[in-house]
Nanobody, 122 residues
Framework: QVELAESGGDSVQAGGSLRLSCARS????????MGWFRQAPGKDREGIAA????????VYADSLKGRFTISHDNAVNTVYLQMDNLLPEDTATYYC???????????????WGQGTQVTVSS
């Protein structure tokens, strides 16, 4: 069982930055891939980035690479999503998840956090 808790969501103006955090607790050494996803009202959930906690390999959605950066700190069991040059279309609820493969398909992730809201105003 893996428990995840996101934090860091906020309301910002376009062009601003935010860093989201995902604190991971519990057992589940098999679930070594962490992903960030987002879902805007009326839209499908979208994969943003994922990272291997063992190798630090990463994968990004092409449309977001360059503005968003995923990282992790194993010492504090936390995964981060640095978001720069935010746009109004980045407004969504952001979720972290733990899975068993380095992909951006949400069906590869078994454990999910409750989400944190990011609102970007123009």
């Amino acid at each position: 069982q893996v428990e995840l808790a996101e934090s860091g969501g906020d309301s910002v103006q376009a062009g601003g930055s935010l860093r989201l955090s995902c604190a991971r607790s519990g057992y589940g050494t098999s679930w070594q891939f962490m992903g960030w996803f987002r879902q805007a009202p009326g839209k499908d959930r979208e994969g943003i980035a994922a990272i291997s906690l063992r190798t630090t390999n990463t994968v990004y959605a092409d449309s977001l690479k360059g503005r968003f950066t995923i990282s992790h700190d194993n010492a504090v069991n936390t995964v981060y999503l640095q978001m720069d040059n935010l746009l109004p279309e980045d407004t969504a609820t952001y979720y972290c998840a733990a899975g068993n493969t380095l992909v951006l398909r949400d069906n590869a992730y078994l454990f999910w956090g409750q989400g944190t809201q990011v609102t970007v105003s123009s």
